[in-house]
């Protein structure tokens, strides 16, 4: 079975995506999943934004989304069923508010190389799986996958994911750059 991680951005300027943009220096400000659903083959995105986790058909995301960069992973089907059932249950939970704010706050406890800063801005700032930011189901998928980050779930930036992948692309056979 295929499923899709890619990088994106909005066809209109949306002021929290362009500050990730800006605070990350790519251009794409968002994460997401996709993958063909199981029972009518429809093309589907799974993704945090808007408020919540959610998933739409691609055809509807393409109205208000462009493909910057993808990778295309092969997982089994029963790796399959964890990752979608991860994907679910996280649905309609709230937008990890607190955990995008987080992120420049981990990242200046990791460049000071602080333990005890990364440790209390995992406690103010982490939640779990109470919401979700955009990388960080990506980042829950490709840690199954064997792909290891250096900060929690909920601090994976969208660059840190597709800097993953395009190095897992250079030495795995099951993952690949899609030619957009």
């Known amino acids: 079975m295929k499923i899709f991680i890619g990088a994106s951005t909005t066809i209109d300027i949306k002021p929290f995506s362009l500050a990730i943009k800006l605070y990350t220096g790519k251009p794409y400000g968002h ?31 393409y109205l208000n989304n462009r493909i910057v960069e993808e990778y295309e992973i092969d997982v089994s089907e029963e790796m399959a069923r964890v990752i979608f059932t991860n994907i679910n249950n996280r649905l309609q939970t709230t937008y990890g508010e607190l955990n995008a704010f987080g992120v420049p706050f981990y990242d200046l406890a990791e460049y000071l190389g602080s333990n005890f800063l990364m440790r209390l801005t995992t406690y103010i700032f982490a939640d779990g799986i109470d919401s979700t930011i955009c990388s960080e189901s990506a980042a829950f998928t490709l840690r199954l996958l064997g792909i290891q980050f250096n900060r929690p779930n909920d601090f994976v930036r969208p660059d840190h994911v597709i800097g993953a992948l395009a190095k897992a692309a250079l030495t795995e056979d099951y993952i690949k750059k899609v030619i957009i």
């Open 31 to 61: 994460i997401y999943i996709r993958y063909a659903d199981h029972f009518t083959g429809q093309a589907m995105i799974s993704e945090s934004s808007h408020g919540e986790a959610h998933k739409m058909a691609l055809s509807k995301w």
